[in-house]
């Protein structure tokens, strides 16, 4: 396993006429070796104004608040047999936009909005549970299935209300296709799975290690996909047959996670677990999380042609310097 960059320098002449010079690293994610830009310097970000009016505005017609949830949400009509799963104020259901063969929604609570720090272990607890338990369901053959989550607009979201989604495929995105194959080459070479041996390598290395919680290792990713992106690591590799304790583990990482982020004034994220389930020993679950640019009321999308078009992250945030204030928050 090889953790490599390449540096370049710019150079640039400031207005107050003397010359900065900028260190860029390119690194190169050790499993896919998709590369990633990491910067040290950040750019101006204007102060975050308020978004009362957008909480207010949207919950007049929410399909996830509690007095529509039943008459707005679509079912699943042949696994679920048109039925709601619920746990806590946890509902599971058909996304009305489908992107996969099978695509559920879970509204993870009653709440319109929340701010990070308020988002509890239960909520994600609940919402893993009905997931077990859709996919439970599911006939043979194989798939691709990720879990995911858009919080806020600038993580994509087209609804406030805080909601987690799972896509069963037949076919792999095109990520997920890099990190199978990748990660088989790896098995074939090592005999062990790579996210194994990641935990292994980044625990003697130190640098980039964050903590643990309940059968669950987590690290900040040396070629960073965003900002302050951790993976976290399961014990336990297929999601569906997860104990009560792995789940929780992740869980209480995630909200960890969530409240380093609150920290540091941001409020939007992105989540995406790719599950083990069905793709066979090389492959280990394996979740991703980033913090999107603060949501406010003129808020700044941070995917642009680089990333669009190139697949090529830019983060103004050092992964070595992140880890370790993280590694406070882990602690609990
Ligand atoms: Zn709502």
């Known amino acids: 396993m090889e953790f490599r960059k390449e540096i370049e320098f710019a150079k640039v002449l400031l207005p107050n006429g003397s010359i900065e010079e900028n260190r860029i690293e390119i690194r190169y994610d050790p499993l896919t070796l998709q590369t990633s830009r990491v ?104 798939y691709y299935i990720s879990i995911g989550m858009n919080y806020l607009k600038p993580a994509g979201s087209s609804i406030m209300h805080p909601h987690i989604q799972t896509l069963v495929s037949e076919t792999s995105t095109d990520y997920f296709a890099r990190m199978d194959w990748s990660a088989l080459e790896f098995f074939e070479e090592r005999k062990k799975d790579y996210w194994k041996a990641l935990v292994e390598k980044e625990k003697e290395i130190g640098s980039r290690f964050v903590g643990e919680t309940a059968k669950t290792t987590w690290l900040a990713a040396f070629a960073p996909k965003g900002f302050f992106h951790f993976i976290g690591v399961p014990e336990e590799r297929e999601f569906m047959n997860m104990s009560e304790e792995q789940i929780s583990g992740i869980s209480e990482g995630i909200i960890r996670i969530l409240r380093f982020y609150a920290s540091k004034g941001f409020n939007s994220f992105n989540i995406s677990m790719f599950l083990a389930d069905r793709l066979g020993e090389h492959f280990r679950t394996n979740l991703h999380i980033v913090a999107r640019t603060p949501f406010d009321k003129y808020y700044w999308c941070d995917v642009y042609f680089p990333k669009l078009f190139h697949d090529e992250t830019i983060s103004y945030l050092v992964p070595e310097e992140y880890a370790s204030e993280m590694a406070e928050f882990m602690q609990g």
């Not at 879970?106 to 272990?121: G, N, Q, S």
């Open 39 to 142: 910067l040290k310097k950040k750019p101006p970000i204007p102060e975050i104004q308020g978004f009362e009016e957008e909480i207010e505005s949207t919950k007049v017609w929410c399909p996830f608040c509690p007095e529509r949830i039943e008459s707005m949400a679509a079912k699943d009509p042949e696994l679920l047999k048109g039925e709601f799963l619920r746990r806590g104020e946890a509902i599971l259901f058909s996304n009305i936009v489908p992107y996969s063969k099978y695509s559920f929604v879970i509204r993870m609570t009653d709440a319109h909005y929340l701010e990070l720090e308020d988002f509890k272990r239960d909520y994600f607890d609940d919402s893993f549970f009905l997931i077990q338990d859709a996919l439970s369901r599911l006939g043979e053959g194989k």
